[in-house]
Structures are given as C-alpha cells and as structure tokens.
Nanobody, 125 residues
Framework: QVQLVESGGASVQAGDSLRLSCTASRSTYLYCMGWFRQAPGQEREAIAAISSRTGSTVFPDSVKGRFTISQDKDKNMVVYLQMNALKPEDTGVYYC??????????????????WGQGTEVTVSS
C-alpha cells in the first residue's frame, strides 16, 4: 500500500497556472499514477495518468494541451500536475491515485488502489 498526500491547491484567477504535487510514502516506480478531479455536484473525472516505469502519459480532451503530468526521476516519489490556462470549469478537488502498473494504465477503469485525501482548486473568472 502507498500513502499519498496532495498539495498545492489554491484559489486562482482564470488564465493562471498552478502546480499540484502528490507525495508518496515510497517509490512508485512500477506504478501507474493518476490525477482525478471532482467538481461540486459532479462525478470524479480522470484528468491525467503517467506510467512511472515508461513515462508515457494520458490526458482527456478537456485538459489536453493545458495540463501536464510528470514525476521526479530520482526516487519516483512525487508526481506533479502542471495546470496552465486555468478555467473556472477546472474548479474542484484534485486527487492523486496509485495502482500497480498494467498495460491498461491510463484507460477508463484502471484499478487504482491507493488514493490521497485531495487538494482544492478554485478558479475564478
């Protein structure tokens, strides 16, 4: 099991950038790491995934070109979500998740096992 702690959430203006961090309790080298967000009154949405072993990434169309996901390569213990050109619809609680890597990393239904508590992002127009 991996404990995950998100940080970096804030209240910002539309067009601003923000970087979220997800710190793991141990190396996630053989894991698939994901970021999700949940807007008020809506279901949780997958917004980014990265294969820690290969570095390959996946994004939905809603954030593609604006968000990037990366990971520290020294210890594979921190995953970052860089968010640019933020929009009010990006508002929500952002969660980090981890699951043992399989070829389905980044696909809908990938079985993430461990979740963080979330960090809140508010984007004002």
């Amino acid at each position: 099991q991996v404990q995950l702690v998100e940080s970096g959430g804030a209240s910002v203006q539309a067009g601003d950038s923000l970087r979220l961090s997800c710190t793991a309790s141990r190396s996630t080298y053989l894991y698939c790491m994901g970021w999700f967000r949940q807007a008020p009154g809506q279901e949780r949405e997958a917004i980014a995934a990265i294969s820690s072993r290969t570095g390959s990434t996946v994004f939905p169309d809603s954030v593609k070109g604006r968000f990037t996901i990366s990971q520290d390569k020294d210890k594979n213990m921190v995953v970052y979500l860089q968010m640019n050109a933020l929009k009010p619809e990006d508002t929500g609680v952002y969660y980090c998740a981890a699951g043992v890597w399989t070829v389905t990393c980044g696909t809908v239904g990938f079985p993430y096992r461990d979740w963080g508590q979330g960090t809140e992002v508010t984007v004002s127009s």
